[in-house]
Structures are given as structure tokens and as C-alpha cells.
């Protein structure tokens, strides 16, 4: 199948599933869908959030880092292929990822609305504008609590450039037709000629899971670079090989290295024989991430090694290779012992629906900084689903849950949006399951529903413009606690 067909086909699965296929609130960074690879000699798209890798026979220098211009409200990826047989040019995809919960509904009938413009320009090394593609994106959802995040769902787009060898810069302006909010996103990058090597390697895609049916692989990619959640099951680096050669090379070593960003080496993968005889063929690693890497920023990199490569590998025995970045963040243990300051007075006093009050205010009042981190570091253990494991999945969903709070329930009467009625409901209790809203007497009336907790939960606007919901059934006599889905 050829490339263009083979992404024009799978753009529109990838539409078609973009509600309700990621894993839900407990990673709100997190959004994944399952695409079929159909044949060895489809290109294949990668998503994650921000990609620096280069094609290129040798080491890649580093792309800049991306700069936001706003509270990151979506996720991009740029990523590079080699262009078609005879074409100097490479081709760049650049994929959106717009989390519903990141835009503004607004109900009419019986749906609730949605609306962003997205702005994609591509310009060169001086700045000058080359391409610049707008598309707007309507969204229609019927269930408020999809709008909310509850389901993970999300908005896909993908823009697709050719250009020449050279470097280049690539932004995406995210512009919420309610809110009128603008997000920006941008990437620098450097394009080679992959066609003037005789054999070159892709950008890298992560994926959680990859599952061969037959032939075909079903390929679940993960559109992050912060890959936290998938320490302990481990991830695929799903990528494309290049091989002008011809018959006469049918098989190469490849390993993964892990270094940081001063280049210290901290783990250098077995290596693992490949076949490589299509002049285009996909190839995907297991990777398996060492339990000593701390919370930081990483460079994940694929080696292709000759075949009579010694046991102590040198920069003459790399054939290829591609980097990417990826991301360890504030998931389990490690912000737990790396918050200080403000922040960890601001996590303490935010325990108030997980903690007794004597307890938070006992950590309050200890002098010492260390003893205050000591004691909140020791009372999330204690909660921790999974002691001994790099996470702790009740501190991670507890403070995503505060912050989706902040983000959506700020109440002109409370301040941050944590402190509001709804805020108190949805980090003890999470998204609702069922929620219904309508006008009575100038009044907004909100029902949220846990059918499955047995509670239900009403919240009356009485200024009646939607921005001061106040709780109506009585307040939640339980404390948040983190159940296993």
C-alpha cells in the first residue's frame, strides 16, 4: 500500500475513534487508540507530545525544546519519514491532540458544543513564513461528563508538509471559540535527505502495547513523552528503517541506549537482530526503563549496529540512529520527595478530602521543612496501592483530580476551583457518572450522580450565569479514596 493512501485511510479511524479511546482521568496526559499496521511497507505514524528526532544515518543534534505560550492546553507532535522513491524531499507530519476537557462546551438542544481553530505554520531558518494551514474543528458531545475529561476523549488532527533538506520551524496555535483562549506550541527541527543515505532510520513512536494478530500488528501509540505510567509493564519505540543496500543486507543488530541530557549514559539495552531486506520496513523495541532513573528528562536512543560490531560499541559501528526525548514527571515518589516551598505548603493544605484535619494541620505546624516534607512524604505512603513500585497511583490521581479541579470549577465566591462545592465533590468522588443540568426560576441546577457509590450530588447557580454552583444536598461525609479500576 502506498503512503499517502495508507495515512489517508487511517486519518479517519483515527476520527472516527478519538472519543472515549484513552484510558480515562487516571492519566490526564495520557491518550492512546489502537490503529492496525496493514503491511510492511506502510509508512507509519507516531504520536507523542513533543518529538526531537531527526532522520539520519549518524547521531542526531538535539531539536530546541518547545515553548509554550499558555497554560498547555493540547499536545503536538512533529515527526519525520523519508520521502517517496526518487524524492528529495521528507515528508513531516505534524499531529494535534486537543483534550476535550480543554475547551469550552456549551449546551444548545440537546448536545453540547464545542468549537477550536487551529493554525499550523511551517517557516524556515529566518523566520520566514513557508505554509500555513487553518482548520477549524466543530465538536458535538451528548454527555457533559465526555466534555468534563471523564472519558479521556480527545481531538485529533494531523497536517502534512513535504519540504527540502534544511532547518525549519513548526508552530500550532490552538484558538477556543468560547473562551477565546489562545494555546501555542512550537518546535525547531533540522530535515536531512534520508534518500542521500544508504540506510536511515525514522522518527521514533512510543507505543503502550503492540499485538500481533496474524500478519498484521494492532499498535496502541502513546501520545506523551512523559512515560511515567509505563515504568513498570514497559513500552514498544515503534520506528521505520530505510535500506537503499538492496538484497545484500538482510539483517542488522539494534539496541536502545538511555542517557541524560549531560550525555551520561544510564543504560545500554542487548542487542536484538532484525530483518531489514524491505527497502521500507517497520520495526518496533521492547524498552524497559531502569528502576534507578530519577524524575528528569531522558533521551531515548536507537542504534543500528553492523553486524561484526565488538562487545564495546563505537561511533563507527553505528549504521543509524534516532533520538527522542521522553519524560519521567511528578508521578509517585518522585515529587513526593522533590517538593519544597510554596508547593508543598500549597500540597499540604490541599489534603483537606484526603487527610483528617488535625493531621494537615499538624503538618502545618511543624517548623522545619524537611519535617513537613518527611511527614506528607510518609502519609502518602501509607496510601500508596502499590508499595515498592516506582508509583504511588492515590497521590497521582488525587492531585490530578485538584488540578482538573482548578482548571474547571473556579468560583467567583471560593477562588481556586479545588476549594469550590464541585471541586470538593469531583477530587473525592471523580468524575460523576451521570450528571443532568437545567433552568428553573433564572436558577442553572447541575445533578451529578455516582450510581455506583450510591450517592448523588445537587449544585444550584443562584446568580444564574453558570460561574458560582453551590452544593445543595447536604456535603459528602466520605474522604477521597483511590480504587483500582
Known amino acids: 500500500m502506498a503512503t499517502t493512501a495508507f495515512l489517508s485511510a487511517l486519518s479517519p479511524t483515527m476520527h472516527q475513534r478519538r472519543r472515549g479511546a484513552a484510558s480515562g482521568l487516571r492519566s490526564q496526559l495520557t491518550f492512546a487508540c489502537v490503529i492496525v499496521l496493514l503491511s510492511?511497507?506502510?509508512?507509519?505514524?507516531?504520536?507523542?507530545?513533543?518529538?526531537?528526532?531527526?532522520?539520519?544515518?549518524?547521531?542526531?543534534?538535539?531539536?530546541?525544546?518547545?515553548?509554550?505560550?499558555?497554560?498547555?492546553?493540547?499536545?503536538?507532535?512533529?515527526?519525520?519519514?523519508?520521502?517517496?522513491?526518487?524524492?528529495?524531499?521528507?515528508?513531516?507530519?505534524?499531529?494535534?491532540?486537543?483534550?476535550?476537557?480543554?475547551?469550552?462546551?456549551?449546551?444548545?438542544?440537546?448536545?453540547?458544543?464545542?468549537?477550536?481553530?487551529?493554525?499550523?505554520?511551517?517557516?524556515?531558518?529566518?523566520?520566514?513564513?513557508?505554509?500555513?494551514?487553518?482548520?477549524?474543528?466543530?465538536?458535538?458531545?451528548?454527555?457533559?461528563?465526555?466534555?468534563?475529561?471523564?472519558?479521556?476523549?480527545?481531538?485529533?488532527?494531523?497536517?502534512?508538509?513535504?519540504?527540502?533538506?534544511?532547518?525549519?520551524?513548526?508552530?500550532?496555535?490552538?484558538?477556543?471559540?468560547?473562551?477565546?483562549?489562545?494555546?501555542?506550541?512550537?518546535?525547531?527541527?533540522?530535515?536531512?535527505?534520508?534518500?542521500?543515505?544508504?540506510?536511515?532510520?525514522?522518527?521514533?513512536?512510543?507505543?503502550?502495547?503492540?499485538?500481533?494478530?496474524?500478519?498484521?500488528?494492532?499498535?496502541?501509540?502513546?501520545?506523551?513523552?512523559?512515560?511515567?505510567?509505563?515504568?513498570?509493564?514497559?513500552?514498544?519505540?515503534?520506528?521505520?528503517?530505510?535500506?537503499?543496500?538492496?538484497q545484500g543486507l538482510d539483517s542488522l543488530d539494534f539496541v536502545y541506549e538511555i542517557t541524560d541530557n549531560k550525555g551520561k549514559q544510564w543504560f545500554l539495552s542487548k542487542r536484538q537482530r532484525r530483518s531489514v531486506t524491505a527497502a521500507r520496513e517497520q520495526q518496533f523495541l521492547k524498552i524497559a526503563l531502569p528502576t534507578q532513573l530519577a524524575v528528569g528528562t531522558y533521551n531515548l536512543r536507537i542504534l543500528v549496529l553492523r553486524l561484526d560490531t565488538t562487545s564495546k560499541i563505537g561511533e563507527r559501528d553505528v549504521i543509524a540512529a534516532s533520538t527522542r526525548a521522553m519524560r519521567i514527571d511528578w508521578k509517585g515518589l518522585g515529587l513526593l520527595a522533590m517538593m519544597k516551598g510554596d508547593d508543598l505548603l500549597k500540597a499540604i493544605r490541599q489534603m483537606r478530602y484526603v487527610a483528617p484535619p488535625q493531621d494537615v494541620s499538624f503538618i502545618l505546624s511543624l517548623t522545619s521543612e524537611e519535617e513537613r516534607q518527611r511527614r506528607f512524604?510518609?502519609?502518602?505512603?501509607?496510601?500508596?496501592?502499590?508499595?515498592?513500585?516506582?508509583?504511588?497511583?492515590a497521590f497521582e490521581e488525587y492531585y490530578q483530580r485538584i488540578e482538573y479541579a482548578n482548571r474547571n470549577f473556579r468560583a467567583i465566591s471560593f477562588g481556586d476551583g479545588w476549594m469550590s462545592d464541585m471541586g470538593m465533590v469531583y477530587t473525592i468522588f471523580g468524575p460523576p457518572q451521570f450528571t443532568r443540568d437545567f433552568r428553573r426560576d433564572g436558577r442553572i441546577i447541575w445533578t451529578w450522580a455516582y450510581p455506583s457509590l450510591g450517592r448523588e450530588f445537587i449544585f444550584v447557580d443562584y446568580t444564574g450565569f453558570g460561574n458560582d454552583f453551590r452544593l445543595t444536598s447536604g456535603m459528602p461525609f466520605e474522604r477521597y479514596r483511590y480504587r483500582r479500576n
Open 40 to 246: 510492511a511497507s506502510a509508512i507509519l505514524p507516531s504520536f507523542a507530545q513533543i518529538n526531537r528526532t531527526l532522520i539520519t544515518p549518524t547521531a542526531p543534534p538535539q531539536a530546541a525544546e518547545p515553548t509554550a505560550t499558555a497554560q498547555q492546553g493540547f499536545y503536538m507532535d512533529v515527526l519525520f519519514f523519508k520521502g517517496e522513491e526518487g524524492d528529495s524531499t521528507q515528508r513531516v507530519d505534524v499531529f494535534t491532540i486537543v483534550p476535550y476537557q480543554s475547551l469550552n462546551f456549551m449546551k444548545r438542544d440537546s448536545v453540547f458544543i464545542g468549537d477550536y481553530i487551529a493554525t499550523i505554520t511551517l517557516k524556515d531558518q529566518a523566520g520566514r513564513e513557508i505554509q500555513t494551514i487553518r482548520k477549524e474543528r466543530p465538536i458535538k458531545e451528548e454527555r457533559l461528563e465526555v466534555t468534563l475529561g471523564a472519558t479521556g476523549a480527545f481531538d485529533y488532527l494531523q497536517t502534512t508538509f513535504r519540504i527540502q533538506p534544511g532547518n525549519y520551524s513548526v508552530s500550532v496555535e490552538i484558538n477556543d471559540i468560547l473562551s477565546k483562549r489562545l494555546t501555542t506550541l512550537q518546535s525547531s527541527f533540522k530535515a536531512v535527505n534520508a534518500n542521500a543515505a544508504q540506510f536511515a532510520v525514522s522518527s521514533v513512536m512510543f507505543a503502550s502495547n503492540v499485538a500481533q494478530k496474524g500478519t498484521r500488528y494492532a499498535v496502541t501509540p502513546y501520545f506523551s513523552e512523559d512515560v511515567s505510567s509505563l515504568t513498570q509493564e514497559g513500552f514498544y519505540a515503534f520506528f521505520e528503517t530505510y535500506n537503499s543496500f538492496g
Open 377 to 393: 512524604f510518609e502519609y502518602w505512603q501509607r496510601l500508596d496501592p502499590t508499595p515498592g513500585t516506582l508509583r504511588n497511583e
